[in-house]
Every structure is written in C-alpha cells, then in structure tokens.
C-alpha cells in the first residue's frame, strides 16, 4: 500500500472530513441493534454529527485549548463527540466508562474541562459542578441542540485551520504508582508523528477499505488509536464490546483485529479447536496486540495457524509506541525496534530512555512530576528496564515502577488498592498481586485478634470504591509477618513488593488455578 498520502500531519478531524468527496454514502460503521441486526452508519452522516458537535462547543464559548471530556462506553456518539472535541480546536479528555464517580471527577476537576459528553450510564457519575453537553442519544440530536444551520461548516472550519498541530489535541490520565492519575497531554505533532511512523512500518498488511471489528475502549490510547486509522485509512469498523468481541469475530469476518492478550489467548484456543477460518472468520489480515505482553507460546502458536500477531511497547506518555515488531522482521521474544523517528538508549542500570517527536513534553499542572520524568538532558525515563538482543531487538526484563498491567491490558497501581485498607479495622495489610493476569489477587495480613470471617466484608466495601478491573476477586491470609530480616520490608518498615511476590508466589498463583 502506497501510504505517502497519509504522512502529512494534520488535526484528526481531517480523517474523516478528508474521505467526504468519495465516501458520503459508504458505511463508516456498523453498530448492532437489540435484535442483533446491524445498522450501518455512513461517513456522511459520521461528518455531519461531529461538524455539529464542534459547532455546539464553539457556540458554547469553548475556545482552542479548553479541555472537553468524554465518559461513555463506545459508540458512534463516542466517537463523534470526541473528534468533534478537536475539530472545535479543544482538548479531548476521555474518562474510562468504568470509572467511579470520585474517579471521574478527580479527572474532570484536575483537567478543568469546560463540558462533559456522557452518556446516560455514565451521566449520574458526573459531578454537579460540571456542565454536561448534549449526548447524541440519536443521530440528528446534537445537531438539533446547536444553533447555527447544519448546514454552515464555515465556523468548524475556520477553526480547524487555527489549530497549532504544537498544541495538545488529547489529555489522557495515566496511573502513577501512588496517588491520584496524572494529566497526560499529546500534541496534534506527538500522535501524527507516531502514526505517520506506524503507517511507515506495517504498510505491507494494511490496506485502504478494510473491515475492522473496534471492540477496544476507545476512552484508551490503543482504541482510540484503532478509531483514528480507520478515519484515515477509510475502514469499515463494527463496533463491539468487551463482552462480545470473540463472539462477533467469526461472524463480521474483519480483516484487521486488535486486541489484548487475554483475548488473544481465548482467539488460540478457539483457532486450536475450530480451525483459523471458522474461528476468525477466515479474512484477518492485520493482528495487533497491546497494552501488555502477549506469552510467546501464543504468538507462536497463533504464527503456525497462519496469523502473525503484531506486537510492539510504548507508553500513553509517548503517543504511545515506541517499538514495534515488523511483518518482515519480527521476534517473538521481543518487542521490535525502535521506530523511525524514536531514539532510545539504556541508563546504566538498564532502564528505558526515549527521545523523539512522539514524546510528551510535561504532565498537566505537575512540575515535580514532570521533573521526575526525565534526564538532564531530556530523555524520558519508561520506568521499564529493558536490554537488547544482538540484531538489534529490544526486550522488557523489568519493571522499575510498582504498576500491575493486566493481561486485558490496564494498568494499575497497587498502592492505590492497598491505600483502601490504612484504617481499616480487620485487615492491617493487604498487596495486590496480578501483572498479566485477568483479575486482581491479594495477600492479607489481620490486626491481632482480628475475626477471619469478616475480610470478605472488608473487601466488598473496598472493591465498592473501585472500577471493575481494579477489584480484588480471590484473597489468601498470610499468618507469617512481613520482617526487616527476610528482606519483606525496608529499615523504614516500607513494602518490598518484589520480595514479597518472590515469597508467596506459589500461593497467589494457585488462587488462580
């Protein structure tokens, strides 16, 4: 595929206004109806709902550079408002639609977003000092909510014009090994940098005009990366769910699938007992897997079937890739080279260092933060040590930060789980164990005295708290104490969290057999 039409940076808007002349009346999406037919969403009528969407905020007073979010579960009015956002010249700030109500508005505060789209699962979380827009629960609702003609694009696109691709166009918030997540602001050059080179390295299997089946939660950098390409690439996507996306991949039979491990695991098992064809639909021609490491066993597996699953590394602080194994020069047992425009290096004691075009420049409201986060002389530290193979491969031995990535592809920090437990009457302690798995484990330590039968209260009330993926699903008491002497705590009596993985590792993996 000849991709040099698709280098030039520009504001994403473009992706789908770009493709008007000669896709109007062809689907952009299939969404699937309660009686599990599907209606199909053209790009003229995708256009129209995020040209009105931008046309609202700038009728609303919203000026370039002002950060509008979005809370909702995936969907057409997902992804309109959230272009629509950056057509506007504003700031998108997705919040994950699991997230709390006290999760939502730490984001919504700390980023002072003007308006929140959510959705009506999603609108009683929203707190009362932040407006809400108009949800597009039909097509033609936040056009009809906007005051100027449908028909006018001229504002929408003067504004488009002004936009400074040196500005953010995207605010994700990221965890932290501690404390509340941290604003991470990506510029129209950061992720246009990143894409042009990820076009670069997979061009061999992509193709204009491919079926997509777009299950990822969009509210993540992976999905809305997926949402962006086939903007620009001119995909077909029908929109899936977390609870449906395997289900649906025989029958949509899409060319390109992207997914997180756990669900490339589930996709071998089916190919393993079904054959390719009737498990995938027999047409996958692009495979991606994110957000955390894919076994090699899988890859391997999934490569003799007849699939080469694509894996890479990156961070949402980097646009997010900076690595990436390529269709004509691949290593399971690593996550690629570097991509064109990244140089990286190893510190001295082996972890990561970045530099290029596609990384951030700073943390939202957050010095230190941002200070911590890089070398002297500019280079943005990973946290992840990494080494490289002798052709040039890089591999992932290590993780400096306490941050759990589970095998569906979040990350999480288990201090701000265990944080739940401080003052808590029955337990004194509790470390959350999980990296790469599909749910979240812990070991627990009891007050003296403390009556077993209550922990399961205890973690009902903290799980109460917490998104899904955050929650604690199976427990081990441990009755032996955490010591300075067996090198479980620190002279300061803080957490050896690896030592105490390296010492109760067989028990916590059992709770998952």
């Known amino acids: 595929m000849d991709i040099t039409p698709f280098l030039d940076l520009r504001p994403a808007p473009y992706g789908v206004l770009d493709r008007l002349a000669t896709h109007r009346d062809r689907p952009r999406f299939y969404v699937r109806n309660s009686d599990k037919s599907w209606r199909a969403v053209t790009w003229g009528e995708h256009a129209r709902d995020l040209r009105a969407v931008a046309r ?89 909510a906007s005051s100027r003609d449908a028909s006018d694009p001229d504002v929408v696109d003067e504004r488009l014009r002004s936009i400074d691709l040196d500005r953010p166009a995207l605010m994700l918030y990221t965890s932290g090994t501690s404390g509340p997540p941290k604003g991470v602001p990506l510029t129209h050059r950061n992720i246009g940098a990143n894409a042009a080179d990820w076009l670069r390295c997979n061009a061999t299997l992509i193709e204009e005009g491919y079926r997509d089946l777009l299950w990822l939660p969009m509210s993540h950098i992976f999905g ?30 899409p060319h390109v699938f992207f997914s997180v491990p756990a669900y490339w695991e589930k996709v071998a098992r089916a190919v393993a007992s079904h054959g390719l064809d009737r498990a995938t639909g027999g047409r996958l021609r692009f495979c991606l897997s994110g957000g955390a490491g894919l076994k090699v066993e899988i890859k391997e597996e999934l490569h003799r079937a007849g699939l080469l699953v694509i894996e890479g590394y990156g961070l949402t602080e980097t646009s997010p890739t900076l690595t990436l194994n390529r269709p004509d020069a691949f ?33 939202h409201d957050d010095p230190d933060a941002t200070a911590g986060a890089f070398t002297d002389d500019g280079w943005f530290k990973t946290g992840d040590v990494g080494r490289w193979t002798d052709d040039g491969y890089l591999q992932i031995i290590d993780r400096k930060k306490d941050i759990l990535v589970t095998a569906g592809g979040k990350n999480v920090p288990p201090a701000n789980i265990e944080a739940r437990f401080a003052d808590d009457p029955v337990i004194e302690r509790a470390v959350v164990y999980g990296d790469g798995k599909s749910f979240l484990v812990a ?30 699903k199976k427990w081990l008491i441990v009755d032996e104490p955490l010591t300075v002497e067996d090198g479980t705590l620190t002279t300061s009596l803080k957490l050896r969290r690896k030592a105490v993985y390296a010492k109760l590792r067989d028990r916590l993996e059992a709770l998952y057999s």
């Open 56 to 144: 609202w905020l700038i009728d609303a007073g919203v000026a370039p550079g002002d950060r509008v979010a979005v809370f909702a579960a995936n969907s057409v009015a997902w992804a309109a408002s959230a272009i629509g956002i950056q057509a506007a010249g504003a700031v998108l700030v997705p919040i994950y639609p699991a997230s709390t109500a006290e999760q939502a508005a730490y984001v919504l505060h700390h980023a002072n977003a003007r308006f929140v789209f959510a959705d009506p699962a999603c609108a009683p979380r929203v707190p009362d000092d932040v407006k809400l827009a108009p949800w597009p629960s039909d097509p033609t609702a936040i056009a009809a």
């Open 331 to 363: 290593r399971f047992d690593t996550v690629g080279k570097p991509l064109p425009s990244v140089e990286l290096r190893l510190a001295d004691d082996g972890e990561i260092l970045a530099r290029g075009p596609n990384v951030f420049a700073g943390y």
């Open 443 to 472: 070991a627990v330590w009891l007050h003296r005295g403390a009556d077993r039968a209550a922990v399961a209260h205890r973690i009902e009330l903290a799980n109460a708290q917490l998104a899904k993926f955050e929650t604690i």
């Open 224 to 253: 809305l990366g997926e949402l962006c390409l086939g903007n620009t690439l001119g995909w077909e996507s029908w929109l899936g769910s977390p609870l449906d996306a395997l289900e649906l991949l025989p029958d949509v039979a």
